[in-house]
């Protein structure tokens, strides 16, 4: 599977952003994919995921009611859609994907494929 992550960039405090995850090699609807972002000098953190089915999703403390993840099967693609969004959530976005789950977990070494990465930067 490989993923690539796109849609980050600059941004003022309280702005939206879209992220986007396409996959190819293998369909997400047979993947749990999950988003996780690493700002300078922490480590990774989980953000958001939606399970296998689709028919659940899992979020952070952290961004819950500004933050959703959803996907479209037939565009083979995840995305994060990030509103109200705050200077510390600026990082590294990453998407990722579980092929062995059927359910979101949020810690990193669940995830075997990863993209590349896309920055988002929250000015305040």
């Known amino acids: 599977v490989q993923l690539q992550a796109s849609g980050g960039g600059l941004v003022q405090a309280g702005g939206s952003l879209r992220l986007s995850c396409a996959a190819s090699?293998?369909?997400?609807?047979?993947?749990?994919m999950g988003w996780f972002r690493q700002a300078p000098g922490k480590e990774r953190e989980f953000v958001a995921g939606?399970?296998?089915?689709?028919?659940?999703?899992r979020y952070a403390d952290s961004v819950k009611g500004r933050f959703t993840v959803s996907r479209d099967v037939a565009k083979n693609t995840v995305y994060l859609q990030m509103n109200s969004l705050k200077p510390e959530d600026t990082a590294v976005y990453y998407c990722?994907?579980?092929?062995?789950?059927?359910?979101?977990?949020?810690?990193?070494?669940?995830?075997?494929?990863w993209g590349q990465g896309t920055q988002v930067t929250v000015s305040s």
């Open positions: 990722a994907c579980d092929y062995l789950a059927a359910i979101v977990a949020t810690l990193t070494q669940n995830y075997e494929y």
């Open positions: 090699g293998r369909t997400v609807g047979t993947y749990v």
């Open positions: 939606v399970s296998r089915s689709g028919s659940s999703t």
